[in-house]
């Protein structure tokens, strides 16, 4: 159905509430993230310190980590030189190509891939419409930002349907 497409596959608050083992446990090797309101807020150039450490544990798991940015490429250079992950910047997410270009760059099976993002519209679509599994976090922070303000009203229904499907036990 066409609404599956708009519902993440897993929802948590934020990315440090995410175990490690959950990724083998699901089976994913992969892992393209977003970063702005995902890993940082827009204003911080880069992760602070407990999300750094996160990032260290989860590839220290055998998790193979890249980042994908709709944001220009001095954003995601600068954010990604505490990492040296492989990067993708102006990836023109729900637009799948750029995606799919890092996916191959990571050597990455679709089944073992998973995107985590803060957004239905750019990356939960994005995620779903190149066939790899959504991961949504809430958005960090949108004080200031009224369009994302706006989005996020129209994601509530997209979000009803995942409790409706995933009862929190
Ligand atoms: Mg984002």
Redesign the pocket.
Known sequence: MLKDKFIPDYMFDNVLRIKPEFFADNGIRFIVS?????LTTYDEPIACEEIRDWLDRVEASGVRIAFISNNNEDRVYMFNSVHGYLTQSRAGKPGTRKLKKLLKRMGAERSAACMI???IF??VLCAHRAGIRALMVR?MDVTGRPFLKFKKYFEHYFIEEYYARNPVR
């Open positions: 977003d970063i702005d309101n995902t993002g803060d957004q750019t990356d958005s």
